[in-house]
Nanobody
Framework: QVQVVESGGGLVQPGGSLRLSCVFSGSFFSFYVMGWYRQAPGAQRELVASIPGVGSTNYADSVKGRFTISRDNAKKTVYLQMNSLKPEDTATYYC?????????????WGQGTQVTVSS
């Protein structure tokens, strides 16, 4: 049984910052690839950033240099630090935990947290 819960969204002015958190409940957190996705109204959900248990991160080109993903395996938590926010960053942000095990793809999504960038 796995559950992920996001928090930290809100309203921020252009150029401002927010930090999103995603808390993982369950076992074997360090074996999961954790990712942040976002979905704007009328658009498809897109990958923002991802991080494995051990190894390098990856980012969408649109956020590279502004956003930073990190994880604390002891706390079973993944973070997304968002700086220099732009209006086009406005979206619902979702946390995902992914793991392949025994031929099965295990995929768990959070409920989402709203980020609005507006003056």
């Amino acid at each position: 049984q796995v559950q992920v819960v996001e928090s930290g969204g809100g309203l921020v002015q252009p150029g401002g910052s927010l930090r999103l958190s995603c808390v993982f409940s369950g076992s074997f957190f360090s074996f999961y690839v954790m990712g942040w996705y976002r979905q704007a109204p009328g658009a498809q959900r897109e990958l923002v950033a991802s991080i494995p248990g051990v190894g390098s991160t990856n980012y969408a080109d649109s956020v590279k240099g502004r956003f930073t993903i990190s994880r604390d395996n002891a706390k079973k938590t993944v973070y997304l630090q968002m700086n220099s926010l732009k209006p086009e960053d406005t979206a619902t942000y979702y946390c995902k935990a992914y793991r392949s095990f025994g031929g099965d793809d295990l995929d768990y999504w959070g409920q989402g947290t709203q980020v609005t960038v507006s003056s």
